[in-house]
């Protein structure tokens, strides 16, 4: 199994092992159905394979990571009705900050707004997954800050891990670019207070991306 984890260079185990996992497995370093052995994990991070099958537990339970009977752990798989489910309560939940945040956000909100959509479509022109797939999540924190709700925030966080893999996974320009017209129209909405269409949009945005990479998945 080669892919691009490296030895700890202090002793920090569980944790660390629990992040360069998830790290890896989310940028499909780790790919989707890749088989786990925890001793040859150990050995690569050069550690004991105690704290390598704590963190392999914890992505288990967060659903990155299966253990399937009579063979070994591995990489979950992608599946379409996981990606329709994930990004119906993204979509729900970020409807939501942008409702809680519309009466609160400022001319700087609005310019950072901006500037991260900006970043987003010259991410997707040259092409680079990872600035595309951060600045989106830029624009979408200003929201979530500007809600002044942070259990928004810590529901959010149980599946970002998936969502992430699932963009990673399934980038598309054409269907990115749509995203950079909505998040416009949604600037606009909020630069106007107009609540009721920053909402519509917010949540047709994650919507659409959903039913876009789920279409994918059936596809394969």
């Known amino acids: 199994m080669e892919h691009n984890i490296k030895p700890l260079k202090r002793v920090s185990f569980r944790e660390e092992v629990y992040q360069a996992l998830k790290r890896a497995i989310v940028h499909l370093e780790l790919k989707p159905g890749q088989r786990l052995h925890d001793q040859e994990l150990a050995e690569q991070f050069g550690i004991s394979r105690t704290p390598v099958r704590e963190a392999l537990k ?4 967060e659903g990155l990571v299966e253990a399937v009977p009579g063979s070994a752990t591995r ?10 489910h994930a990004f119906t309560v993204t979509a729900a939940l970020h409807a939501l900050a942008v409702k809680l945040s519309i009466p609160f956000l400022t001319k700087a909100d609005i310019k950072q707004l901006e500037a991260h959509n900006r ?3 010259h991410a997707i022109e040259k092409e680079d997954i990872i600035e595309a797939i951060e600045s989106d999540e830029a624009f979408h924190r200003v929201f979530l800050k500007a809600s002044k709700n942070p259990e928004i925030t ?8 998936k969502i992430y ?11 990115s670019m749509k995203s950079v017209e909505q998040h416009r129209q949604m600037i606009d909405a909020c630069r106007k207070k107009d609540a009721e ?5 917010a949540e047709e945005n994650w919507l659409s991306l959903g039913d876009r990479l789920a279409g994918h998945q059936e596809e394969e």
Do not use: G, Y
């Not at 269409?197 to 949009?201: E, G, K």
């Open 154 to 161: 810590r529901a959010l966080e149980r599946i970002a891990s």
């Open 75 to 84: 990489v979950a798989p992608l599946k379409p009705e996981e990606a329709k």
């Open 165 to 175: 893999r699932l963009e990673m996974s399934q980038f598309s320009s054409v269907s």
């Open 119 to 121: 970043s987003l479509k």
């Open 197 to 201: 269409t920053a909402v519509r949009l």
């Open 58 to 61: 914890r992505l288990e339970d």
